[in-house]
C-alpha cells in the first residue's frame, strides 16, 4: 500500500517547528522528520519581518528533510494571533432527491458560508456542529436520510487577509504549496483532547510564545474560537524585572527551574533578615540553587517570588480569556474543565492557577496520536504540529487553499467519511 508523505509548519513567536510524517490509509502517522528552531521576524503570531522568517523557515524545514531523507513539495500551516474571530451560523437548503446526497449536505455548508464578515477578512474554516433534518437536530450524519429539508449549524473561523497572506507568502517564496492553513487552537484541539471531554464541555487553552489560542466545546461542537496577544513570553519580560535577569537568562531559569527543583529534591531554606520584636528566629525564605543554569550574579533565585510572578501573569492572562469568552456569549463554566497546553502548560502551578480562576478542573494536555520519532515532540509545546499532522492525515491529500474555499473539520461527524468524496473529507475532524 503507498505511502503518503505530509508535512507541517507551526511558525510561532517563540519557534518554528517543522514535522514529516508518512501515512497509509487509515493508518496511523509515522512521524519520520522533525526539527525546531526559535522564532525570526513573527510577533504574537504575525509576521514583521518577511526575510527573518523565510530564513528560519526555510532552515528549520531543511533540518526536518536532512532528517527524513526527501524533499516536501507542499505543507500544511498553522496561523494565531488577536486577529482571529470565529462565528456560528445556520445555512439551510431543499433536499434535491428522497434521500439526503453528499451534493445537499456541500450546498447547506455553502450557504452557511456566506455570512457577513467584514472587509479585509477571510474565512479559514467552516465547521459544521449538526446538521438538522426536517427540525430533528442533533445530527452528525445526514447522509442517507430521507427528508427535504435539511439545516447546518455551523463554526466559521476567519482571518485578517493581510497577516494570513503574510504569512503564506513567507512558505510560497521558498517554492513550497500550502495544503492548507489551519487555526491553532482547532489544531491542538486534534491531538489533545479526548472525545468525552469534548462531549462534556471543555476550553482548550494552547499558550503559546506571543499568543493564547483559545477553543471551547460544548456537545462535541466547536463552540468559540479566538486568541489573546499574550503568552510565555511575557511571563519570560515579567521574570526578567522580578529577578534582575536578562531576558534570555530569564527564559532558562523559567524553562529549567521545575527541573532543578525535581533534581534538588526540594527547595533549601536559608535565613533573611535578622530577628524582630516578638518573634523567636531569623524569618527563612525557600530558595533554589539555579548555579547550575552558569548566571553570572544569579546562583539562587526566591521561589515565592518566581511563584508571584508566574501566578500575576497567567491570573491576567486567564482573565482575559475569562472576558473574551463571556463577550461572545458563550460560558467558561465547562464540566470537562480546562486543557492547557503549549510551551507555557509546563510552567510550575499552572493548573493551580487555572482552577483558581476558572473555577473547574484542569489538566495539562499532551499530545498524542502519532507514533516514530515522537520523543522531540512528545511536549505541550508541540500540540499544535502534532495536530497538524493528524489534520493532514484525514484531509485525504486534498487541501482546500487552491480553492480559495477552505472548509475544515467538524464536532465529530462519524461514519461520513466512508460514504463521500475527498472533497468533503475536509469536513470532518
Known amino acids: 500500500m503507498a505511502k503518503r508523505i505530509i508535512s507541517a509548519l507551526d511558525v510561532g513567536s517563540a519557534k518554528v517547528c517543522a514535522v514529516i510524517a508518512s501515512v497509509e490509509e487509515d493508518g496511523v502517522p509515522q512521524v519520520i522528520g522533525v526539527a525546531s528552531q526559535p522564532s525570526a521576524g513573527i510577533k504574537k503570531g504575525v509576521v514583521v519581518n518577511i526575510d527573518d522568517s523565510i530564513n528560519t523557515i526555510a532552515s528549520t524545514l531543511e533540518a526536518a528533510e536532512r532528517m527524513a531523507g526527501i524533499t516536501v513539495p507542499s505543507v500544511y500551516l498553522s496561523v494565531s494571533g488577536k486577529h482571529i474571530t470565529s462565528t456560528n451560523n445556520k445555512g439551510v437548503v431543499a433536499v434535491s432527491t428522497e434521500e439526503i446526497i453528499p451534493d445537499d449536505v456541500f450546498r447547506a455548508i455553502e450557504s452557511a458560508r456566506t455570512v457577513s464578515i467584514p472587509a479585509g477578512r477571510e474565512i479559514l474554516h467552516v465547521i459544521p456542529r449538526e446538521f438538522i433534518v426536517d427540525s430533528q437536530g442533533c445530527v452528525k450524519d445526514p447522509i442517507g436520510m430521507t427528508g427535504t429539508r435539511l439545516e447546518v449549524d455551523a463554526h466559521i473561523v476567519s482571518a485578517t487577509s493581510t497577516v494570513l497572506h503574510n504569512l503564506l507568502k513567507c512558505v510560497q517564496q521558498l517554492g513550497l504549496k500550502v495544503d492548507d492553513v489551519v487555526f491553532s487552537g482547532w489544531s491542538s484541539s486534534t491531538a489533545v483532547l479526548t472525545d468525552t471531554e469534548k462531549e462534556l464541555g471543555v476550553m482548550l487553552l494552547d499558550i503559546g510564545g506571543g499568543v493564547t489560542s483559545i477553543s471551547t466545546f460544548v456537545e462535541d461542537a466547536i463552540t468559540y474560537s479566538g486568541c489573546v496577544p499574550f503568552g510565555g513570553l511575557n511571563v519570560t519580560s ?3 524585572i522580578g529577578l534582575r535577569v536578562s531576558l534570555d537568562d530569564a527564559e532558562r531559569i523559567k524553562t529549567n527551574i521545575a527541573d532543578i527543583i ?12 535578622g530577628k524582630k520584636k ?11 540553587d539555579v548555579s547550575s543554569l552558569g548566571i553570572e550574579g544569579t546562583d539562587e533565585v526566591d521561589k515565592e517570588l518566581f511563584d508571584e510572578i508566574i501566578e500575576a501573569r497567567l491570573s491576567e492572562i486567564f482573565d482575559l480569556v475569562t472576558a473574551q469568552i463571556a463577550q461572545s456569549g458563550t460560558d467558561t463554566t465547562m464540566p470537562a474543565g480546562v486543557v492547557v ?11 493551580k492557577i487555572a482552577k483558581k480562576i476558572f473555577k473547574v478542573p484542569a489538566r495539562v494536555g499532551y499530545p498524542k496520536g502519532l507514533e516514530g520519532l515522537v520523543d ?21 491529500g486534498e487541501g482546500r487553499m487552491n480553492e480559495g474555499v477552505t472548509m475544515t473539520g467538524g464536532g465529530g461527524v462519524g461514519n461520513i467519511l466512508s460514504k463521500v468524496g475527498g472533497w468533503f473529507k475536509n469536513l470532518i475532524p
Open 262 to 273: 525535581r533534581s534538588q529534591g526540594g527547595k533549601r531554606q536559608v535565613d533573611i533578615g
Open 376 to 396: 522531540e515532540i512528545s511536549s505541550p509545546a508541540f500540540s499544535t504540529i502534532q495536530g497538524l499532522i493528524l489534520y493532514g492525515s484525514k484531509s485525504n
Open 238 to 240: 515579567d521574570l526578567a
Open 278 to 288: 516578638g518573634e523567636k528566629g531569623k524569618k527563612r525564605a525557600k530558595v533554589v
Open 341 to 351: 497546553t503549549g510551551g507555557s502548560a509546563l510552567l510550575p502551578n499552572v493548573t
